[in-house]
């Protein structure tokens, strides 16, 4: 990120909610324009991880799932979080999810990036990763989760963020950064 001069001030900064994966602040500012306001902020005690499973013939694997928050159903990649405070690295975290959500274990793994997925009100990051040279084993989801498993080309996934069938950012961000590393 580039670094550039701070032009907000924080005047005050309250804990509005929190629980054990965010922190909701409340911040009273002067705005760039030094007029006083408020903002609002979501910080994240996780960051995300997303993966695109990549067999050997293509295919990669969505995760599908009923999300609370949208009151509708989701198909996206396998995601998670990984946590900070623990010390956890992003590419064990995504070893950790890829297996809970897919069942799937992977010996190559590629880093495609970092994120930030909703910058003007959180600060929640996510790192995204490419897993090849797969294996099968059991899945382990987690009890908050009720998934299904689609395996598809990878092209044919990649269309569907691109046409609007899967409509989660970090889906849609990781699987358009494969094409980048020449695969297709």
């Known amino acids: 990120m580039e ?16 629980n054990a994966w965010i922190r909701v602040e409340h911040h009273e500012v002067l705005n760039p324009a030094e007029n006083p306001g408020v903002y609002g902020k979501v910080h994240f005690k996780n960051t995300a991880i997303s993966i695109v499973a990549l067999d050997s013939d293509g295919f990669t694997y969505l995760v ?17 979080g990984c946590s900070i405070e623990s010390g956890e690295s992003t590419l064990a975290a995504a070893k ?3 297996l809970e959500e897919t069942g799937l274990v992977a010996t190559e793994w590629t880093e495609l990036g970092e994120v930030y997925l909703s910058n003007s009100v959180s ?28 395996k598809l080309p990878l092209k044919e996934a990649i269309e569907m963020a691109q046409n609007g069938q899967i ?10 950064k494969v094409p980048a590393l020449h695969l297709l």
């Open 167 to 176: 409509t989660d950012a970090l889906s849609v961000l990781t699987l358009l």
């Open 64 to 80: 599908g799932q009923y999300r609370y928050t949208l009151n509708a159903y989701s198909w996206e990649v396998p995601e998670g």
């Open 96 to 98: 950790r999810e890829l």
């Open 3 to 18: 670094t550039e001069n701070n032009p907000w001030k924080t005047l005050n900064q309250e804990t509005a909610y929190e």
């Open 123 to 150: 600060d929640e990051k996510a790192v995204m990763y490419l897993a090849q040279s797969l294996s099968q084993h059991q899945a382990c989801p987690e009890e908050t989760e009720q998934l299904k498993i689609r």
